[in-house]
C-alpha cells in the first residue's frame, strides 16, 4: 500500500484530491494538511511514501514546504498546480529546484471535460513518484545558481548542434547545465523535457530567467541559431531538418511519449551526423535510447548524467547499457563536459 499526504489549502480539492487516489486501491491517504507549515509537521510524524504539494498556501507556500520537508524527512513530492498564472509557475518550477520530483495539472472537478484523464495523470504519477529514493537537501547552496563557463575560442568548435533530454528532475538539470552556458555559446541546443500538458511555456519562462541563453519555445519552420536553446512544446514532437529548421510533428495514435527524445535524437542526427552532441540526463524510462544509437552509428557523440547526481538513474542508465555513450559526468560536470566537446 502506497501511502499519501494530500496537501492543499482549499477544502474542496482537498476532498477531490482524497477522493482520486483513493480511487486506487493500491493507494491510501493517511493524512492531509491545509498550509505549507502543517505539511511539514504532518510529513515528519506520518512518514508518508509521497506527498501531493499545493502551490499558493498561507504561512508556507509549497516551494518553502518543499525546501522545509527536502531538508528535514525527504519525501518524493508531486507538485498539483492550476498552471495558469506567471506566479504560481515560478513557485511551482522552484519546488522542482528544491526537491519535488514532477508536476502535474490541478483537478476542477468530476464534471470538468478533462476529469478523467486528469484522475488517472494523477494516480499513476503518485504510484511511480513512490518509488523515487529521494535524498536529503541541505540548506546552504541548495539553490545556487551555476556560474557561466567561459567560452571556447571559434576554431575549438567541432560541433554543429546540441540536444538534451530528460524526464523526472529534468527541469533543475536544466536549470543547472543552462545557467552555467555563456550568452555566446557557439551553437544552437534543441531540448525535450517530458513535462505534464500546460507546462511547457511556464518551463520556457522560468529557464530563461536562469540563463545568459535564449530559451524559446520551438516554433515550425524556425531556424537553429547559436547560444538559443529550443525547447519542444506541448505535445509535438520536436525535429531537426537537414539545414537546421524546425519541424513539430503531432502525436500519432500508437505513441505513448509525446514530445520523444528519440526523435529528436534521431533528427539531430540526420542533420549533423558526426557534429552532433546527445546528452540524455536524469528519467525515467528508456526514451531516447534509439535516437541515441542512430546518432552514434552516424559518428555523434553522447554525454550521459550519471547515478549518483540523477533524480532517477533511469534514461541514462539505459544510454549506458546499450553502449552509446562516450562519457558519464555528475550534473555539475555537464556544462564543462559539454564546452569541452565541442
Not at 510524524?45 to 531538508?71: C, E, S, W, Y
Not at 488517472?120 to 540548506?139: C, G, N, P, Y
Request: proline share 6%.
Amino acid at each position: 500500500m502506497i501511502r499519501v499526504l494530500v496537501v492543499d489549502d482549499s477544502p474542496t480539492v482537498r476532498e477531490l484530491l482524497v477522493y482520486m487516489l483513493q480511487t486506487d486501491p493500491q493507494l491510501q491517504v493517511v493524512g492531509v494538511a491545509r498550509d505549507g507549515l502543517e505539511a511539514v509537521n504532518l510529513a515528519a510524524r506520518l512518514q508518508p511514501d509521497v506527498i501531493t504539494m499545493d502551490i499558493r498556501m498561507p504561512r508556507l507556500n509549497g516551494f518553502q514546504a518543499t525546501k522545509q520537508i527536502m531538508q528535514k524527512t525527504p519525501t518524493p513530492i508531486v507538485v498539483v498546480s492550476a498552471s495558469v498564472e506567471s506566479k504560481e509557475l515560478q513557485i511551482t518550477f522552484n519546488a522542482l529546484r528544491a526537491g519535488a520530483l514532477t508536476v502535474v495539472e490541478k483537478p476542477s472537478g468530476p464534471a470538468g471535460p478533462a476529469y478523467e484523464s486528469i484522475r488517472e495523470q494523477l494516480v499513476t504519477t503518485v504510484k511511480l513518484m513512490s518509488e523515487v529514493k529521494v535524498v536529503r537537501r541541505w540548506a546552504t547552496g541548495m539553490l545556487r545558481s551555476a556560474r557561466p563557463l567561459v567560452q571556447p575560442e571559434p576554431e575549438q568548435v567541432h560541433t554543429a548542434a546540441v540536444a538534451i533530454a530528460a524526464s523526472t528532475g529534468g527541469p533543475n538539470a536544466l536549470y543547472q547545465v543552462l545557467g552555467a552556458l555563456p550568452a555566446n555559446f557557439p551553437v544552437p541546443i534543441v531540448i525535450v523535457q517530458h513535462i505534464a500538458r500546460g507546462f511547457g511555456q511556464g518551463l520556457v519562462d522560468w529557464l530563461e530567467r536562469a540563463t545568459a541563453l535564449r530559451v524559446q519555445t520551438a516554433r515550425q519552420g524556425q531556424s537553429l541559431e547559436p547560444g538559443v536553446a529550443l525547447v519542444a512544446p506541448d505535445d509535438r514532437h520536436l525535429l531537426v531538418r537537414v539545414g537546421g529548421q524546425v519541424l513539430l510533428r503531432s502525436r500519432q495514435q500508437q505513441e505513448t511519449l509525446c514530445p520523444s527524445a528519440d526523435f529528436l535524437f534521431a533528427s539531430v542526427a540526420e542533420a549533423y551526423g558526426r557534429k552532433s552532441l546527445g546528452i540524455i540526463l536524469t528519467g525515467m524510462g528508456q526514451d531516447g535510447v534509439q535516437g541515441l544509437r542512430k546518432l552514434k552509428s552516424l559518428g555523434g557523440r553522447v554525454l550521459a548524467q550519471d547515478e549518483s547526481s540523477c533524480v532517477v538513474f533511469g534514461m541514462p542508465k539505459e544510454a549506458i547499457a546499450a553502449g552509446v555513450v562516450d562519457r558519464v559526468v555528475s550534473l555539475e560536470q555537464v556544462a564543462a563536459t559539454i564546452a569541452e566537446m565541442l
